[in-house]
């Protein structure tokens, strides 16, 4: 009984543990950036850009509106 304890809790741990998402950092090419209008530079460096409640969209019309 002790040992079917220990096979069962070893089996669980694996699993977790297979089932975690490994972080594979995506990696941008300047044909991925669409930027209007473009720059006359695009420099890719690693980093985040995060949304605050600081961060102002602006749109053109209704459409551009409710998907921002």
């Known amino acids: 009984m002790k040992a079917l304890n220990k096979i ?3 089996g669980l741990i694996s699993l977790m543990v297979s089932c975690q998402k490994s972080k594979v950092d995506k990696v941008f090419l300047e044909n991925d950036i669409a930027v209007i209008p473009k720059p006359a530079e695009l420099h890719l460096k690693k980093g985040v850009f995060h949304f605050n409640k600081n961060t102002k ?9 409710q998907i921002a």
């Open 8 to 10: 069962l809790i070893w």
């Open 57 to 65: 969209f602006v749109v053109s019309n209704v459409a551009q509106k």
